[in-house]
């Protein structure tokens, strides 16, 4: 029989992994950046959907998300659906409560000497400090329902559809069902979370929804199909961890229906 020790360990250094990422990425999420200048090349000035124009701009989040789904997926090969449903929600809720903490302190009456100090930036330009850091740290509530609600819709989808590709492969093709799961939950992710932040609660046109979440979608996808090779080597890791047999009983126990 499987160590229950090491079973618990690995499911909690997992969800530990997949937690610390999910919340860092909501946090960093409010800064925009360009990858164009990024990669030193003009700006891409793409015409997509009507009069918009396309720049390759993503959101600083998006640099780890990839990490999440990666850990989702290794989490529903070895624990489930019901693995990846009961992290998903833990998260959601931290996430949650992040942003009540936010709101919170970002409402406490700064101190008159941490103004001063910090009155001005490192060439001389005149700041408030306090104010900075409330636009960094305090996000809009479109945004935040936008995200929490793309967040676990996908989550679901991707344990769902990595679990069905899993009993048509069986233990082979990894890369297919992580790929495959990823195809699919991130397209409602990507589309979701704009389109309740920026577009319900916000003064995004669709065409601007559209775009945005369509260079968003192809980023994460190609991240997604370039960390395959850790897909692989988080496997080799953890079946030399709990052993061959012991790894293998454990992702034939994940297969098995969910209950709900």
Known sequence: MLSVNKKTSLYIFLSAVFLTNALVAEVIGVKIFSVETLLGVPPAQLPLFGDFVLDFNLTAGAVIWPFV???SDIINEYFGVKGVR???FLTAGFIAYAFVVIYAVTGLPPAQFWLDVNAKDPVGNAININNAFGMIFRQGMGIILG???AFLVAQILDATVFQAL????GSRKI???ATGSTLVSQLIDSFVVLTI???LFGNWSWAQVMAVATVNYIYKFITAVALTPLLYLSHYLIDRYLGPEHAKELANEASM???M
């Open 69 to 71: 789904f990666i850990t």
């Open 147 to 149: 995200s929490l609600t």
């Open 197 to 199: 932040a920026f577009y």
């Open 86 to 88: 009961r992290i998903s």
């Open 166 to 169: 899993k009993r048509i492969t």
């Open 257 to 259: 229906p969910a209950v």
């Open 175 to 177: 890369w297919l069902r």
